[in-house]
């Protein structure tokens, strides 16, 4: 089977999205002058997600991944807060910052966990007399 090709983009890019209050869904695509970077050895095949809180709070720690997987989850340190992605990748022994992503806004979980708990129709049963 022939292998499906796929144009890279002109410019890299670095997209965060919420998924749900305890989890943010991240990818990234490279140029083609990255992917040879990374190629070449340039860079280390590892990369860094750096989540920071744009409300001011406290950035939470970096979560490790491959370059290649072009995505990946991130867990959020507090819900209803703003916040933007950078990625990190090492060269020469230092981090450098390749991409920064959008502002994302971390979602409220519904309500109070009781509040959100099933209800069983045993629950609801009224005895007959």
């Given amino acids: 089977m022939a292998e499906l090709s796929r144009t890279l983009p002109a410019e890299d890019r670095l997209v965060l999205l919420p998924k749900n209050p305890g989890l943010f869904f991240i990818f990234w695509q490279f ?6 970077a990374f ?3 340039a860079f280390l095949p590892g990369v860094e997600i750096r989540l920071f809180c744009a409300d001011g709070g406290e950035q939470a720690p970096p979560v490790k991944a491959d370059w290649q ?3 990946g989850y991130v867990p959020v340190p507090a819900q209803g807060k703003t916040y933007q992605a950078a990625l990190y ?11 920064e992503s959008n502002q994302a ?4 979980a519904a309500g109070m ?3 959100r708990a099933y209800a069983s129709l045993e629950f609801h049963k009224k005895v007959l007399s």
């Avoid at 140029?31 to 040879?36: D, E, I, L, N």
């Avoid at 806004?105 to 409220?108: D, F, G, I, T, W």
């Fill in 69 to 71: 997987a072009g995505r």
């Fill in 31 to 36: 140029s083609s002058g990255r992917v040879a």
């Fill in 105 to 108: 806004a971390a979602p409220l």
């Fill in 89 to 99: 990748a090492l060269r020469g022994g230092l981090w450098e910052k390749l991409l």
């Fill in 113 to 115: 966990a009781e509040d």
């Fill in 39 to 41: 190629g070449s050895g």
